[in-house]
């Protein structure tokens, strides 16, 4: 029984480590990129590669739905509870596994990463530009790769 409990308090503490640290890292880049460049400027690390662009985005993912206010405050809102009850729910229940833990706290840490951007801003702040791919973030980053992770768990190995 002591072991549960010792496990279940290393996951909580493992989950707040996750989303604490994107957030702050999150920040921290939209901070310093945002004193850095100009809006719409690029700065290029590797030549049409990866760039740091700076890019005020009041859409969702890839700038889809751009300039549709609340609703992209409210949405993340309910994600961002619907993930807490998920870790908090599944972990008691013995379900949730580490890596389902730090997967759904790398998608909490990005949702209030970029929350914190549309409540204050009224758009996302992102910065790195591959060029191939729509200007994003540290959060956006997080999101995908948690994302990413739970698929992966989620697919079935096929039998041999």
């Given amino acids: 029984m ?20 994107i957030i702050i890292t999150d920040r921290l880049t939209k901070i310093y990129f945002s004193k850095v460049l100009s809006l719409g400027e690029s700065l290029p690390l590797i030549r ?10 009041t859409g969702i993912a890839f700038g889809l739905f751009r300039d549709k206010g609340v609703v992209f405050i409210i949405i993340p809102i309910i994600a961002a509870i619907l993930l807490i009850f998920n870790i ?3 972990k008691n229940h013995k379900i949730l596994s580490r890596t389902y833990i730090v997967a ?5 840490g990005g ?34 790769i948690g994302a990413l992770v739970i698929l992966i768990k989620c697919i079935p190995l096929s039998a041999k």
């Fill in 48 to 57: 049409n590669v990866l760039h740091m662009t700076l890019v005020h985005n």
């Fill in 111 to 144: 949702a209030i990463g970029n929350l914190i951007d549309r409540i204050f801003f009224g758009y996302v702040i992102d910065f790195i530009d591959l060029r191939i791919w729509p200007v994003f973030n540290i959060a956006d980053s997080a999101i995908t």
């Fill in 104 to 108: 759904f706290s790398l998608i909490l």
């Fill in 2 to 21: 002591r072991s549960d409990h010792l496990r279940s308090q290393f996951d909580i503490v493992l989950s707040l480590t996750t989303v604490f640290l």
């Fill in 88 to 90: 908090y729910y599944y």
